[in-house]
């Protein structure tokens, strides 16, 4: 089991830049799948970005090229920077961890408890 804590939300102004952190506690963090998520008030949960054991990547056509997830095992930590930030990037963001990963977040069986990310004009 794992639990996960994000920090790092704000408010930034659009083109600005945000990094999000999601602290993991528990010694098997680094044979997850990682994943973030956001959800917009009144929408669904939406992929934004997956980190997978071996290293690869996959992002959401819509952050591609302005956000970036990485992951730090020795630190049990997963980063999103975003750069370039839109209105549109405006969501709770949450971090999450399963086995089999995907896109979809009906593949991840543990998850944050989000935080708040605002991008004003």
Do not use: H
Not at 47 to 59: E, H, N, P
Not at 95 to 105: E, I, K
Request: with cysteine; net charge positive.
């Amino acid at each position: 089991q794992v639990q996960l804590v994000e920090s790092g939300g704000g408010l930034v102004q659009a083109g600005g830049s945000l990094r999000l952190s999601c602290a993991a506690s528990g010694r098997t963090f680094n044979s997850y799948v990682m994943g973030w998520f956001r959800q917009a008030p009144g929408k669904e949960r939406l992929f934004v970005a997956i980190r997978r054991i071996g290293g690869t990547t996959t992002y959401a056509d819509s952050v591609k090229g302005r956000f970036t997830i990485s992951r730090d095992n020795a630190k049990n930590t997963l980063y999103l920077q975003m750069n370039n930030l839109k209105l549109e990037d405006t969501a709770v963001y949450y971090c999450a961890a399963g086995n089999s990963g995907g896109t979809y977040p009906r593949y991840y069986d543990y998850w944050g408890q989000g935080t708040q990310v605002t991008v004003s004009s």
